[in-house]
């Protein structure tokens, strides 16, 4: 009998867009204290008991950031990867909110320093490939078009 890898989805990802100018300007966070210290990321944690994904995504917002988000929308895609510790494929749903202009970072204790960058700026900066992926559809979903307003949560 042949063994199957599980495939586990208990996490969330989140990216944050700001107007700037005629464009967008992308969150990313350095992380501290985890495998990932001194990586730059996007908004990310689990699910908690109760909760649904995308009220993960504002709670992990407020938590990682002091955000208040001006909208919510499934980016209707998923990160997917294969952890090698868990021997698990791991899908991971991904969001994307607006931030106003003028908002103010707080950052919590996960982090240490944080960036408002252009998309060709947070790609250089993203370490793996699936962010770099999710990040170009990013741009053609919802900057280089009006995003789908069926997409949008009503939170």
């Known amino acids: 009998m042949k063994r199957e890898i599980p495939i586990r989805s208990f996490a969330i990802s989140l990216f944050i ?3 700037r ?24 944690g689990g699910i908690e008991h109760g909760e649904t994904a995308w009220q993960a995504a504002l709670r ?8 208040a988000l001006k909208a919510l929308y499934s ?14 494929i791991t899908l991971t ?3 994307v909110a607006f931030a106003p202009t003028d908002c103010t970072v ?14 060709d700026e947070a790609v250089a ?9 999710t990040l170009e559809h990013i741009k053609k979903e919802f900057i280089d078009r009006q ?3 069926l997409l949008h949560i009503q939170t």
């Open 125 to 133: 900066l993203l370490p793996f490939a699936g962010q770099r992926a």
């Open 106 to 119: 707080r950052l919590n204790d996960e982090h240490d320093d944080f960036r408002w960058l252009s998309l």
């Open 93 to 95: 749903p991904v969001f």
């Open 60 to 67: 992990e917002a407020e938590e990682e950031t002091g955000l």
């Open 21 to 44: 100018d005629d464009s967008f300007e992308l969150l990313l966070l350095r992380r501290t204290g985890s495998t990932l210290s001194g990586e730059w990321c996007q908004i990310a």
């Open 147 to 149: 995003p789908n307003p």
């Open 75 to 88: 980016a209707d895609i998923c990160e997917q990867f294969y952890e090698a510790d868990r021997d698990a």
């Open 17 to 19: 867009l700001r107007p």
